[in-house]
């Protein structure tokens, strides 16, 4: 069961992870059926290294999160130093596991938003 700082149970992300799970089941179903076929063993493998790149983040997350509710007191100053804290390294720590895990649209994130930036450099602008 998992609950938050309060002690209550948190069921809306597990409810709208499940609906978004259901809904992504469902539009798959109809771009296989749009375009004759799906590249399932890709995807499947992609899928599973996700999973691993995501609990790898997730277990240390869960229990730096458990010090900082041993720790503080539940106020909105400590609420915002967990989140200052622990979405930087949430970040971090997903996207050295994805590039462990061999994650192909990791390298992709990583290149994508020092384009603008290499394109300054190297002098280059977009031809519109």
Partial sequence: MLLNRAGRVCVGALTTAFAVSLECLCLAECLRRKLGGLECRYLRDCF????????????????????????????????????????????????????LFGVPEIGLSSYLPATPFLHRLAGTRAKI
């Fill in 48 to 99: 599973l290294r996700i999973i691993a790149a995501s609990l790898a983040m997730g277990i240390p997350l869960f229990f730096v999160a458990r010090q900082f509710a041993k720790h503080f007191p539940a106020t909105r100053a400590a609420y915002w130093t967990e989140l200052t804290v622990e979405v930087p390294l949430g970040l971090l720590l997903f996207f050295l596991a994805g590039r």
